[in-house]
C-alpha cells in the first residue's frame, strides 16, 4: 500500500472516531450540529466543508455504528438526526484503543528521535 | 453477522438507489437551511445567508458523489448498466444471438445431460437413510474381467464372521406370475431377499411387517411382501390384504406386508419373499447367482470394511484354493455392482465422455466467440471513445464478458429446458421398453447439474466474452483513436491464427457434416414412417416359463426343460386359436421389423457372388458379406403374415431341425443380395460378426440352400431401421425356439381386453408361463420409431447448431477480413482499377483459404471412410463429400461478396481523403 492511501485511511478512521464520539457523548445531533461541534473542536473551523460529513455518517450507518432517524429541531427544521448504537459504542471502545495505542506509539517514536 | 448485515444494507441501497440519493438530498437541504438560519441569526440578509451556507457546506455535488460511491457497489451497479447494454446488443443483432444462443444452448443440453448420467452412474448416493453406507460386498473374478455372483458359501461365511459391516444381506431376482382371485397374471420383478434387507433399507412398511429372520428357515410359511403401486393396482388398495393368500409362479405365498410408495430395493422390485437357499445343496462357486449387500457398521469406514474382508478372504483361499486363489473381494458403494462402475476401466469411459463433452462445449464457444470477435471489431469505435472518456481495458473487458455471460445465460437456460424435456422423452420412449429404472435412478435434473451447467456458463462467457475484448482492447487503441478522427476502415488485424481458424472451421464443417447428417437421416427414415394399419391385428408375446432348481445352465440345450415348454407352448397356441376373434396364430423367434442383424454371402452353383456392390450400399467393404436380418419361424409364420410365396416353396416341416439346410429369403434379399439373378437353388452362409450375434442360432460358415423366395412382411415399413431390409428365413418345429415368440391375428385390429385374456389362457395353461412384452406389432413399431425419432432429433440439432455456427463463424470472419480492406478497394477503384478485376483479386484470396479449408477437410473425411470400412456413410462419401464443400464454398463466397460489392461502391474521392 502506498503511503498517501495509508493517510487517507488513517484521516478516515479518524473522523468517524470524532463522529462516534461525538454522538457518544452528546446523543443524538443531526449533521449540522455535529458538524459545528467539530469546528468548535478544531483549531480551524473552515479547515472542513461540513459536506465532507457525509461520506463518514454513510459509513457508519452502513456498518451499523450509527443510526439516523428524522426528527424537528429546535426551531421546526426537518433534520436526520443520527444516534450511536451498541455496536457503535463497542466499536468505539475499541477504535479509541487502538487509537491510543496508536497514538502512543507515534509520540514514542517522535519523543526517542 | 456485522459484514453480512452490511453487505445486506449496501446492497439493498444499490438496488434502492433512487430512494437514497432523494433522502441524501432532503438532508443536505435541511443542513443548509440550519447553516441559513445561523447567518441570519448573524445577521446577514437572505441571499448573502444563502451563499455562506453553501460555502460552508462545499460541493454538494461532490458530498452526493462521495455519498453515492460509499454507499453501494459500484460495479455490481456498472454489472447492471452492463447487463442492460447486453441484452441491448443481443437485440441488435438477432441473427447473432440466435444462431450462437442456439449452439450453446443445445451443447448445454448434452452437456447437462452428460452429466445428469454420468453422476447416476458414477455418484454412489443411495436416495435412502444414510444410504452411502450401504456397501456391496462381492467378489471380482480378474481371469473373466467380471464379478463373480456364485457366492452363496461366501456370504454366510462373511456374514457370520464381518464385524466392520452390520445386517449382511444377499438378493436374487426372478420373474414370476403373481396370480390373484379374479385377476389375469401379472409377470413381477420379485426379490428373494434375506430379512436383513429390510434392516439396510431402513423403510417402515406401510402395512404389515417385513420379511423376518424366521421367514428364511427352512419349513416356515411361505410369506411376501407387496409392494405399494401393486398392492394399488391389483388389490384394489385392500385395506385386509395383510393374512390373505397370494399364488406366486408355482407357489402360494401369505402376504404379511406391504411397502410405502416408491420403495424398490434392491432394484426395481415390486414383490419381496424370502431368500431361502441352503448353501448344502451346492458345492463351492456352484451356488445360484446372488448379490450380497450391508450396512458400514457405526464408525467403520469402506475402507476398514475392505481390510476386514481382505483378511476373512484370505482364509478361504488357503482353505479352497481351487475355486477361491484368484478371486479379490471388493467393498463398493453399493450402486457401482450393478452398474458395473466397481471396474475403473468403465468409470474412466464415463469420465471421458464427459470430458470430450466439454471438449465440445469449448470447440462450440470457439465458434461463438469468431462471431463475437467479429461483431467487437466493429464496435472497436465505441471501444476506442469509451477508452478516451476514461474507461479503463478491465472496465471495457467487463462489459464485453458481461454481454457474452447474459448470452450464455440465456443459453443455458433453454439448454437446461431441452434436456429436462429430453429426459422426459427418455423416459417415455424407453422405459417401457426396459422396463423400471433401479430406484436410485432419478432421470431428472439436480441442483448439482444445475451448478455444473452454471460454471460452464462462465467458461463459455470467458471465452466468449473476454477472450474476443481482451484481443480487442489489447493494443492499437490510441491508433484506432487517431483512425478514427479521419473516419472509415478498421485498424483490427486478423492474423494468421484468424486465416487458420477459417481452414479449420471449413475442414471441421466438411469432415463432420456427411456422416452426421447420413446418421440422423437413417434414423429419421426409421422415425418418419408409421407402422402400417395391419400391424394393428397382431397380438405378440414372448413365452418364457419358470425354471425350477436355480440352474444357470442354458434351457435350450436342456432336453427335459424344452420338452415341458413345447408341451405348454403347444397347448397355448391351441387356446390362443380359441379366443373369439384369433382366426390365425403362429411363433418364430423375432416379431417382424425386430430382427437381428446377421451377415451373409451367398454362393451359386460353384460360383461365387460378387460380393462388392458398392453402388446400392448393401455391401460395407470390410465387414465380408451382406447385411440381411435372420428369423426362425413355424412354417405357417408366411400364411400367418400374408406373406406370399413369390417363387420356390415355403417352407415345411421337414425343413425344420438342426441339419436341416432349407432357407427362405424375401425379395429384398433376392433383389439386393442376389443382384436380381435367381437365387433359388443357390447356397448361403452366415459370415463375419454373425456368430457374436446369435451364437446359439447360427451355425457360421455353414451352407443353407435358398428354396424359396417371399414377399416382404406387410406388417413391417419397407423403410423402416436403416433400410438393411433383406431377410432370410428357417423353419423351427415347436420346442426349438426358447424363448420363443408367439403372435396372433385378430381380424379388424387387437381389442383392448386381449391382453389380459392372452394371461388368463396362458396362466390356465400353467401359472409359471409368463408372458412378456404382451404387444401389438404396431406397439413395438411405435416405441422403436420413438426411439429412432429421438436419437434422429438429437443428431440432427447438434449438427444443425454446430453447422449453423460454423457457417455463420466462416461468413463472419470472411465479411470481416474483406470489411478490414474496403477502403484499399476503393482506392484502388479511384486509380481506375477495373471493378471486376478487383473482385476477383478479393474473391480469390477468400476462395484460396476456403479452398484449403475443404481440402483438408476432405482429406480428413475420406480417410475416416476408409478406416470405418465405409461405414461412416454407407459408401455414399464420394456424391455428398463434393456437395459439402461446394456448399461451404457457396457460403464462403458469398460472405466475401457482399462486403466486396460495399468497397466498390465507395467514392473513391472519399476512398483518398481517408489516407
Given amino acids: 500500500m502506498s503511503s498517501k492511501e495509508d493517510q487517507v485511511a488513517l484521516l478516515q478512521g479518524t473522523l468517524d472516531l470524532i463522529v462516534l464520539r461525538a454522538l457518544s457523548t452528546m446523543g443524538p445531533l443531526h449533521a449540522y450540529s455535529l458538524a459545528t461541534r467539530l469546528e468548535q473542536v478544531s483549531d480551524h473551523p473552515l479547515s472542513l466543508n461540513q459536506g465532507t460529513l457525509y461520506p463518514a455518517l454513510v459509513r457508519l450507518e452502513q456498518k451499523g455504528w450509527i443510526k439516523g432517524t428524522w426528527q424537528k429541531t429546535d426551531n421546526n427544521r426537518d433534520a436526520k438526526y443520527y444516534a450511536i448504537t451498541k455496536a457503535g459504542e463497542l466499536a468505539l471502545t475499541k477504535q479509541t484503543e487502538r487509537w491510543r495505542k496508536l497514538a502512543g506509539l507515534v509520540d514514542k517514536l517522535l519523543l526517542e528521535s | ?915
Wanted: proline content about 5%; some cysteine.
Fill in chain 2, 1 to 915: 453477522m456485522a459484514a453480512v448485515r452490511r453487505l445486506f444494507l449496501r446492497l439493498a441501497a444499490t438496488l434502492n438507489g433512487r430512494r437514497a440519493d432523494a433522502d441524501l438530498a432532503r438532508e443536505i437541504d435541511a443542513h443548509l437551511q440550519l447553516l441559513q438560519d445561523r447567518y441570519r441569526a448573524q445577521g446577514m440578509n437572505a441571499p448573502d445567508a444563502r451563499l455562506a451556507a453553501r460555502r460552508a457546506f462545499g460541493g454538494v455535488v461532490n458530498a452526493k458523489e462521495s455519498q453515492r460511491e460509499a454507499r453501494a457497489f459500484q460495479w455490481l451497479s456498472s454489472s447492471l448498466i452492463d447487463f442492460k447494454l447486453g441484452a441491448r446488443m443481443l437485440v441488435k443483432y438477432p441473427g447473432l444471438t440466435l444462431v450462437s444462443g442456439i449452439g450453446l444452448a443445445v451443447v448445454t443440453a448434452m452437456a447437462a445431460m452428460s452429466f445428469r448420467v454420468g453422476s447416476l452412474f458414477l455418484d454412489p448416493s443411495v436416495p435412502l437413510e444414510e444410504g452411502d453406507r450401504i456397501v456391496s460386498l462381492q467378489y471380482w473374478d480378474p481371469v473373466v474381467n467380471d464379478a463373480e455372483p456364485r457366492v452363496l458359501h461366501d456370504f454366510i461365511t462373511w456374514r457370520d464372521t464381518l464385524r466392520s459391516v452390520v445386517d449382511v444381506g444377499a438378493f436374487r431376482q426372478v420373474s414370476r406370475n403373481l396370480i390373484a382371485a379374479d385377476t389375469s397374471p401379472e409377470t413381477v420383478n420379485v426379490a428373494e431377499i434375506t430379512a436383513s434387507g429390510f434392516r439396510v433399507a431402513r423403510v417402515p412398511p406401510f402395512l404389515g411387517r417385513p420379511i423376518l429372520d424366521t421367514d428364511e428357515r427352512p419349513g416356515a410359511p411361505s410369506t411376501l411382501v407387496l409392494g405399494y403401486d401393486i398392492w394399488q393396482r391389483r388389490f384394489s388398495a385392500d385395506p385386509q390384504i395383510v393374512g390373505k393368500t397370494v399364488q406366486l409362479g408355482s407357489a402360494t405365498h401369505t402376504v404379511v406386508g406391504v411397502m410405502p410408495e416408491g420403495f424398490a430395493f434392491p432394484i426395481a422390485n415390486s414383490v419381496w419373499v424370502p431368500l431361502r437357499l441352503e448353501p448344502s445343496r451346492y458345492e463351492l462357486r456352484k451356488s445360484p447367482q446372488i448379490s450380497i449387500f450391508a450396512r458400514l457398521a457405526p464408525g467403520a469406514t469402506r475402507e476398514q470394511a475392505q481390510a476386514e474382508l481382505t483378511t476373512v478372504a484370505a482364509r478361504t483361499a488357503a482353505a479352497s484354493p481351487a475355486t477361491h486363489r484368484q478371486l479379490v473381494p471388493q467393498v463398493i458403494p453399493y450402486t457401482y455392482s450393478f452398474s458395473d462402475m466397481e471396474d475403473p476401466s468403465n468409470a474412466m469411459v464415463l469420465h471421458i465422455i464427459q470430458w470430450l463433452v466439454v471438449l465440445l462445449v469449448v470447440v462450440v464457444c470457439v465458434n461463438v466467440a469468431s462471431l463475437i470477435y467479429a461483431r467487437t471489431a466493429a464496435r472497436e469505435d465505441e471501444i476506442a471513445v469509451r477508452t478516451a472518456l476514461g474507461a479503463g481495458r478491465g472496465r471495457i473487458v467487463a462489459q464485453l464478458f458481461l454481454e457474452a455471460l447474459l448470452l450464455s445465460m440465456v443459453a443455458a437456460t433453454a439448454g437446461l429446458a431441452l434436456a429436462a424435456a429430453a429426459f422426459r422423452a427418455v423416459a417415455v420412449a424407453v422405459v417401457p421398453l426396459a422396463g423400471r429404472l433401479p430406484f436410485w435412478m432419478d432421470l431428472r435434473l439436480t441442483a448439482g447439474t444445475g451448478a455444473y451447467v452454471m460454471a460452464l456458463t462462465v467458461l463459455a462467457a470467458a471465452i466468449v466474452g473476454a477472450v474476443p475484448a481482451l484481443k480487442a482492447t489489447g493494443r492499437g487503441v490510441q491508433n484506432r483513436l487517431q483512425g478514427l478522427s479521419r473516419g472509415g476502415g478498421t485498424a483490427m488485424r486478423l492474423g494468421w491464427a484468424w486465416t487458420a481458424l477459417i481452414v479449420a472451421q471449413v475442414a471441421f464443417t466438411v469432415a463432420l457434416l456427411p456422416p452426421a447428417l447420413f446418421h440422423a437421416w437413417s434414423f429419421l427414415q426409421s422415425g418418419l414412417v408409421e407402422p402400417p394399419h395391419v400391424a394393428r391385428e397382431f397380438m405378440t408375446a414372448q413365452l418364457v416359463t419358470e425354471r425350477l432348481g436355480g440352474s444357470d445352465q442354458n434351457p435350450a440345450s436342456d432336453p427335459e426343460f424344452m420338452s415341458r415348454y413345447k408341451i405348454r407352448h403347444g397347448e397355448l397356441m391351441r387356446r390362443l386359436l380359441a379366443e373369439p376373434g384369433v382366426d390365425r396364430a403362429t411363433y418364430m423367434l423375432q416379431v417382424p421389423g425386430e430382427e437381428r442383424l446377421v451377415w451373409v454371402e451367398v454362393e451359386g452353383a460353384g460360383r461365387r457372388v460378387p460380393i462388392a456392390s458398392q453402388k446400392d450400399g448393401a455391401v460395407r467393404a470390410g465387414t465380408l458379406g451382406h447385411e440381411a436380418r435372420y428369423n426362425r419361424v413355424e412354417p405357417g409364420f408366411f400364411d400367418t403374415f400374408g406373406v406370399p410365396v413369390l417363387r420356390g416353396r415355403a417352407l415345411n416341416m421337414a425343413d425344420t431341425g438342426s441339419n436341416a439346410a432349407a432357407v427362405v429369403v424375401n425379395r429384398s434379399f433376392a433383389q439386393q443380395i442376389g443382384r436380381d439373378t435367381e437365387v433359388i437353388g443357390r447356397h448361403v452362409r452366415y459370415v463375419g460378426r454373425s456368430g457374436d450375434v446369435q451364437a446359439e442360432h447360427v451355425t457360421l460358415e455353414r451352407w443353407y440352400d435358398i428354396v424359396g423366395v417371399v414377399g416382404d412382411t406387410p406388417v413391417t415399413p419397407p423403410a423402416l431401421f436403416g433400410n438393411v431390409r433383406p431377410r432370410i428365413y428357417h423353419a423351427a418345429a415347436p420346442g426349438e425356439i426358447y424363448p420363443v415368440t408367439i403372435a396372433a391375428h385378430v381380424s379388424g385390429g387387437v381389442p383392448g381386453d386381449f391382453a389380459p385374456r392372452l394371461r388368463a389362457a396362458a396362466a390356465s395353461v400353467d401359472p409359471t408361463l409368463q408372458l412378456r412384452n404382451v404387444l401389438t406389432i404396431d406397439e413395438v413399431l411405435s416405441q422403436e420409431t420413438l426411439m429412432a425419432r429421438l436419437i434422429a432429433a438429437a443428431i440432427g440439432l447438434l449438427t444443425v447448431s454446430v453447422i449453423a455456427l460454423s457457417a455463420a463463424g466462416i461468413y463472419a470472419l470472411m465479411s470481416f477480413t474483406v470489411a478490414r480492406r474496403r477502403r484499399e478497394i476503393g482506392i484502388h477503384t479511384a486509380l481506375g482499377a477495373r471493378p471486376h478485376r478487383i473482385l476477383t483479386r478479393v474473391l480469390s484470396r477468400a476462395f484460396r483459404q476456403i479452398a484449403v479449408g475443404a481440402a483438408l477437410g476432405l482429406t480428413v473425411a475420406v480417410i475416416l471412410e476408409q478406416v470405418t470400412g465405409g461405414e461412416l456413410m454407407n459408401g455414399r462419401g464420394a456424391m455428398v463429400l463434393p456437395l459439402v464443400a461446394l456448399l461451404m464454398m457457396a457460403v464462403g463466397l458469398g460472405a466475401a461478396l457482399g462486403p466486396a460489392l460495399q468497397g466498390l461502391r465507395i467514392d473513391p474521392a472519399e476512398a483518398l481523403r481517408d489516407e
